[in-house]
């Protein structure tokens, strides 16, 4: 079965949604929205863990054109901005374009039509498919294996990702760690019938998602071990109730919402002072971080191991209230050794010391420097996008990439935050890509591709910036990839982002209009 669209968008999260909606308002009608899940949210329906919730505030983390006054916490948990998402999508009246369980299992372009061809499956067969052959997401699938599901085809002039660069799982190399002889699962697949009441726990990794879950789970466990490799930077959480009566005042008087959002997006630009500028401010924020771990912790010898000893801001700094006291248990152990192998029912440091427990979770966030994987989208010549990216994942304004003609993504190389809102970031991009589109339809442009050279300046550009940011001092971290490249983070401030994405800067681009090639909108010379 083939099907035909002007426009595909690959994502139902923020990003996915965004783009739908503001196609919509101009007038663009002829679009699907693919969704591997079996409903809209993207990561906040796939990230459903005990204690998920949102570490900007609820007030800026949410479409600046569809403000909602009835948050109940300053931080809202992941059910409220699921619900939060699909009521958005239902206002918009974007449900008639979501294909729920769809899988993209690859898109091709093809230079003799000018279009995208895009395949797609049956998820929940895919994925049963997957659990029979021991494969995790991201995992080649072998394209000759005859019981692979069905594949469904899809033609469309334009490609829009909205998949996030933090979508795909990590899991840690470990020998042994698929001969596990208890249960599993990675904090992302969270399996809600395992009970955690008397079990023996090892929770695998300290990042953004453990220090939500860890928690909860010491809450029932009988004994959590957690293997700790590097500690975070955590700063307390200014979290609390949105009283009645604050709720019913943004519902009454809309200013009032907009005002407190602004109040809170200036507050946290003020941050990229110390990021980018002279990260001697951060000094500030590490002297509370500190003071933040004595207070919350009596073991002297437990302060020693959660203390990070790299700059404070250089990896991504956390929030929470209750992570550090939950450490600070007779029940739980912070492990600091590393793991050597798993075998059996049991972990084995790099000590010799074998641990046996019940059930892993592996809190390891994800492939950041594999935001589209390996497999999937395949430009002019049938490159792989990731063969493009072999140094490194580079984009122009982190949208577009060269010899990928129609191809916009949202939240892609350098766009990431370690201060503010992704969904500014991402509305910003959805207007450039919006113009991008009123222009191809406006003077008849079949293909927009953009200059190598315009791709290699700008990115020259934003590594110049990133050199002097507190990023680049040395810790290893998911912002930087093996050869010390950082491919993730905006260095500056988000409205400087805004600025240079109002509109599409077309001379940047080859356009191609029905056989013509044009250049920055003009017809291009002959040779």
């Known amino acids: 079965m083939t099907q035909t669209a002007q426009i595909a968008i690959i994502g139902t999260g923020f990003s996915g949604l965004g783009m ?30 005990p204690g998920c919730a949102c570490d900007v505030q609820s007030a800026l983390y949410s479409f600046s054109f569809e403000q909602n006054p009835n948050w109940t916490r300053m931080f809202a948990p992941q059910p409220e901005i699921k619900a939060y998402l699909r009521h958005c999508a239902e206002k918009y009246g974007l449900l008639e374009h979501i294909q729920l369980n769809t899988h993209v299992a690859g898109a091709r372009w093809n230079d003799k039509t000018g279009a995208w061809t895009i395949e797609t499956c049956d998820s929940p067969k895919l994925w049963a498919y997957m659990q029979t052959n021991n494969l995790k997401p991201g995992d080649v699938l072998d394209r000759s294996d005859k019981t692979l599901p069905r594949f469904r085809k899809l033609h469309a002039q334009v490609l829009v990702s909205g998949m996030g660069g933090l979508s795909t799982p990590a899991y840690p190399d470990i020998k042994g760690m698929d001969t596990f002889t208890g249960t599993s699962f990675h904090s992302q697949n969270w399996d809600h019938d395992y009970d955690f009441r008397g ?11 453990a220090i939500q879950f860890v928690p909860e789970i ?62 001697r401010i951060l000094k500030i924020g590490e002297l509370q971080a500190r003071r933040h771990i004595r207070s919350q912790i009596k073991d002297k010898e437990l302060r020693k191991k959660v203390t990070p000893d790299f700059h404070f801001g250089c ?51 994800f492939k950041a420097q594999e935001p589209i994987p390996r497999g999937m989208i395949y430009g002019r010549g049938g490159q792989d996008l990731l063969d493009a990216w072999r140094e490194g994942a580079e984009a122009y304004k982190g949208t577009t990439v060269a010899g990928f003609p129609n191809f916009f993504m949202l939240m892609g190389p350098n766009t990431g935050l370690g201060h503010s809102s992704m969904v500014y970031m991402i509305e910003s991009q959805v207007q450039y890509v919006l113009d991008a589109l009123k222009k191809m339809q406006h003077r008849g442009w079949k293909t927009v591709e953009v200059r190598e050279d315009a791709v290699s300046q700008y990115n020259a550009s934003i590594h110049a910036k990133l050199g002097d940011s507190v990023w680049q001092t040395g810790c290893k971290s998911w912002y930087v990839n093996e050869n ?9 401030f988000t409205w400087q982002f805004r600025q240079q994405t109002k509109r599409f800067d077309a001379e940047q681009y080859v356009c191609e209009a029905a056989g013509v090639m044009e250049q920055g909108g003009e017809p291009a010379l002959a040779g």
């Open 484 to 492: 010390g490249k950082n491919t993730t983070l905006w260095p500056g």
């Open 199 to 209: 079990k023996r726990v090892a929770v695998i990794g300290t990042g953004a998602s």
């Open 315 to 365: 990896k991504r700094v956390l929030i929470s209230n209750n992570y550090y006291p939950a450490l600070d248990q007779d029940h739980v152990d912070v492990l600091t050794d590393g793991i050597r192998e798993v075998k059996g029912n049991t972990i084995v440091d790099s000590n010799g010391t074998e641990r046996q427990v019940d059930c892993i979770v592996y809190g390891t966030g």
């Open 218 to 279: 010491a809450k029932d466990a009988a004994h959590l071990d957690l293997y700790q490799r590097t500690p975070p930077w955590i700063m307390p959480k200014p979290d609390r109730e949105i009283r009645p009566l604050e709720r019913m005042m943004f519902r009454k008087v809309p200013q009032t919402l907009n005002a407190f959002r602004q109040s809170i997006y200036w507050t946290l630009e003020a941050r990229v002072l110390g990021f980018v500028g002279n990260p």
């Open 20 to 49: 739908a909606i503001k196609l919509k308002e101009a007038g663009f009608n002829d679009f699907v929205i693919l969704e591997q899940s079996d409903d809209i949210g993207g990561t906040w329906h796939e990230n459903h863990y």
